[in-house]
């Protein structure tokens, strides 16, 4: 009996190995200095666990959340207003091009004239961070917040009982360095478009809090892929995700055989 069990133990490591992502790559251009490298090539498991975990659920809920995907389900608008003490309002251009040229189905552009913007990005200093949250959210949820996750930056965002995001604020600290800066812009802008949760365990996410990563890595960019294919719709439930994602994997290319490195 203990013998068959460790060759059962064996057979799961091998099948672990198997899947380890693989394609490592440095960090690309732009990414600030210390960035860490990244796996290019990811397992249809792999993309499945990141994409189930971070779609769903959340650091903190306010009033009745839909428990299904959250999406927007229309071309997002975006406004930045920029009131730091460093000038950050180029660089946060440059990624939100990053983001609209690489995921086309978020129809990402920027809002123009006084139209109300999907997405608000507010770049501010560090020590003006808690008095931003107070005024959006009131002082007895900004304390709750700060209490339970001690954030450096944070994004609000507002669903409607089908899933489909109302509208989304994004706090950027910009006067605390390159790496803060552009870990922020791009974590924060994953939940502004509805990855709203975080996974430190996982180690290929911008949404891990205890990595520092500063760029749209190739595992971010298919998980948003994912979220914004016709197929994945708001308020779909993570049991129906689950029985869709891997056709979709398949079908949109983004799962490559590991090779081992
Ligand atoms: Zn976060």
């Not at 460790?6 to 440095?26: C, D, R, T």
């Amino acid at each position: 009996m203990k013998r068959s069990f460790a060759a059962f133990i064996f057979i799961i490591s091998l099948s672990a190995a198997a899947l380890a992502a693989s394609g490592k790559q440095p960090a690309p251009p732009g990414s600030f200095q210390g960035a860490p490298p990244q796996y290019t090539r990811f397992s249809t498991a792999e993309l499945m666990r990141g994409f189930l975990a971070l779609t769903f659920g959340s650091d903190l809920r306010i009033g009745a959340v839909p428990h299904g995907i959250r999406r927007f389900d229309h071309p997002i608008r975006v406004a930045v207003i920029a009131s730091g003490s460093v000038g950050r309002a180029a660089a946060m251009q440059r990624v939100l091009d990053e983001y609209a040229q690489k995921v086309p189905n978020l129809r990402l552009s920027i809002a123009a004239g006084t139209a109300p913007a999907d997405i608000e990005v507010r770049l501010i200093d560090e020590k003006d961070f808690t008095s931003a949250l107070r005024a959006a959210f009131g002082a007895k949820i900004t304390k709750t917040f700060v209490a339970r996750t001690d954030p450096q930056c944070m994004t609000s965002v507002k669903s409607s009982a089908d899933g489909g995001i109302v509208r989304a604020v994004s706090f950027i600290i910009v006067d605390k360095g390159d790496d803060v800066f552009l870990d922020c812009a791009y974590h924060e802008l994953l939940h502004a478009f509805g990855l709203s949760s975080h996974d430190q365990r996982n180690p290929w996410t911008s949404l891990n809090q205890k990595r520092m990563v500063g760029y749209l890595s190739v595992y971010d960019r298919a998980l948003l892929t994912l979220l914004y294919d016709p197929r994945i719709q708001p308020g779909m439930t993570a049991r129906q995700a689950r029985a869709r994602l891997p056709r979709l994997i398949q079908d949109l290319g983004l799962a490559a055989p590991a090779q081992g490195k």
